[in-house]
């Protein structure tokens, strides 16, 4: 599946923004679909992740109340709402999809195979 993450952007602190990610090319709700991020100097670690239903999401404890994940399978799309940005939210922000059928809670980064090519969310103080 090829996946085109798009909605970064430069945002105040508080502040929100949605990212978007559309897929093309394979049955989309076949996959787990998950966001991470990147920060500058740092490992890509894990952000959310939704079920292939769009029923059951899983979040990262540093964006829990703060971010949503959703998923439109009709549109081939998946969404990160985020709220309340602060400046360690800071990073690229990548899109992926999995095909294992781990539960959301165990997925790794390996179980990804599909990733976006990362959009940017900057946020300042």
């Known amino acids: 599946v090829q996946l085109q993450a798009s909605g970064g952007g430069l945002v105040q602190t508080g502040g929100s923004l949605r990212l978007s990610c559309a897929a093309s090319g394979r049955t989309f709700s076949d996959y787990i679909m998950g966001w991470f991020r990147q920060a500058p100097g740092k490992e890509r670690e894990f952000v959310a992740a939704?079920?292939?239903?769009?029923?059951?999401?899983y979040y990262a404890d540093s964006v829990k109340g703060r971010f949503t994940i959703s998923r439109d399978n009709a549109k081939n799309t998946v969404y990160l709402q985020m709220n309340s940005l602060k400046p360690e939210d800071t990073a690229v922000y990548f899109c992926a999809a999995s095909g294992t059928m781990a539960s959301l809670s165990k997925q790794k980064r390996g179980d990804f195979g599909s990733w976006g090519q990362g959009t940017l969310v900057t946020v300042s103080s």
């Open positions: 939704v079920s292939r239903s769009g029923i059951t999401t």
